[in-house]
């Protein structure tokens, strides 16, 4: 079953990024297909569903979403009609955008939340599931489960800014 995947991509590098997430995908053996690219995120088809732990290992992506909707139409409120109803199970939710833009979030919100149950509950603060939309050159609609976080944001508390001194050497020079 073949999945596509939404990766955001760190700003640090992009490039090293993208590298780092299909050769991570490819010595996972889920031989990853890149597919649409633009900005900071990058869409990869992958040959089954990606393990937590291989999110985990990802060091320069921010979050990794499993795509429900991907359309090359602009129009979303036209793409929110083609999106199946969305079965989340118990789960609470919220819908964000990726990237903001002119469009708005709010409108397009409520528009996403028509599809889904209403035997489940909205937490915009701690959600179990988040949707996310994004919208662009394309128009995708992804899920991202509460545990699929990857490993960027503890990456970034060794970042040199955190350090107590910067130098080039390594001993502090008293």
């Known amino acids: 079953v073949q999945s596509e995947y939404l990766f955001e991509l760190g700003g640090e590098n992009k490039e090293l990024a993208k590298a780092e997430a299909l050769e991570l995908l490819k010595t996972e053996n889920y031989r990853p297909k890149k597919g649409f690219e633009e900005d900071q995120i990058t869409i990869i088809k992958v040959s089954k569903e990606l393990t937590l732990k291989t999110i985990k290992r990802l060091g320069m ?4 979403s499993k795509i429900i909707l991907s359309s090359g139409q602009k129009n979303i409120e036209k793409v929110i009609e083609q999106l199946p109803l969305l079965e989340l199970g118990k789960s609470s939710f919220a819908i964000r955008q990726i990237c903001k833009n002119e469009v708005s ?7 996403i939340g028509e599809r889904i149950s209403i035997d489940n509950k909205i937490d ?10 994004y919208t662009g050159s394309r128009t995708i609609i992804s899920i991202l489960e509460e545990n699929s976080t990857t490993s960027y944001k503890s990456c970034l508390k060794h970042h040199v800014r955190y350090r107590p001194y910067f130098s080039p ?5 008293r």
């Not at 992506?61 to 990794?64: A, F, I």
């Not at 915009?124 to 996310?132: G, M, R, S």
């Open 61 to 64: 992506t921010k979050r990794v």
């Open 169 to 173: 050497i390594s001993i502090h020079p």
């Open 124 to 133: 915009l603060d701690n959600p179990d599931v988040k949707i996310l939309f």
């Open 105 to 111: 979030e709010r409108k397009i919100a409520v528009k």
